[in-house]
C-alpha cells in the first residue's frame, strides 16, 4: 500500500517525465476535488495527502541510499495541489461556483509549479539537498508554495490593465 501511494496509483510509473505525468494527475485531481467541495474540500485533501505523503515516503524509502526516486510523486500530488489552492481561493472568495475554475488559473498553476520543482531554486533546491525522505516532500511543498504566489502575480498583473 506504501507503494501504491508513493507512485500515486501508478502514475510515477509513466514515462517520460513520472513528475510531469504525476503533476498532470494531480491537476486533473485537484480539479474535481475543487468541483465536488469547492477551496474548503481541496484545502484538506492537501493537508490529508501532505501527512499521507510525509508517513508513506519515510516507510517505503526507509534503507535506500537515495529515497528521492522518479517514480515516487505522492510529492508532486502535494505541492501540485498546493499550487491550485492559491486559485481555488480566489475563486471561492469572489463566489464563483465550485463548477468554475478558470483554465488561466489552472494551467498558471502547473506550468509554475513544474518550473519551480525543475529549476528548484532557493528553499526549493536546499529542501532537495537533504537527500532524505522529509526533502522528499518538502522540496516539492515549497515549489507548490512559489508556484502558488506566482500564480496569483500572474493574474494579478494580467487584470490590472482591464480595471484601469
Wanted: glycine residues 10%.
Amino acid at each position: 500500500m506504501e507503494r501504491l501511494l508513493c507512485i500515486w496509483f501508478g502514475a510515477g510509473l509513466l514515462r517520460p517525465a513520472p513528475g510531469t505525468w504525476g503533476s498532470a494527475i494531480a491537476v486533473a485531481l485537484g480539479l474535481l476535488i475543487h468541483r465536488i467541495g469547492n477551496f474548503p474540500l481541496l484545502a484538506v485533501a492537501t493537508v490529508i495527502v501532505t501527512a499521507v505523503g510525509f508517513w508513506v515516503v519515510a516507510r517505503h524509502t526507509k534503507g535506500m541510499a537515495d529515497p528521492d526516486r522518479s517514480e515516487i510523486v505522492i510529492d508532486e500530488v502535494a505541492g501540485q495541489w498546493i499550487a491550485l489552492l492559491f486559485p481555488s481561493f480566489g475563486f471561492w472568495m469572489m463566489g464563483l461556483p465550485a463548477d468554475n475554475f478558470p483554465y488561466p488559473g489552472w494551467v498558471a498553476a502547473f506550468f509554475f509549479f513544474r518550473l519551480f520543482d525543475i529549476w528548484k531554486p532557493w528553499l526549493v533546491g536546499r529542501a532537495d539537498r537533504r537527500h532524505d525522505a522529509a526533502g522528499v516532500m518538502i522540496d516539492d511543498l515549497w515549489a507548490g508554495l512559489f508556484a502558488g504566489i506566482a500564480t496569483m502575480v500572474a493574474a494579478t498583473a494580467y487584470h490590472i490593465p482591464m480595471m484601469l
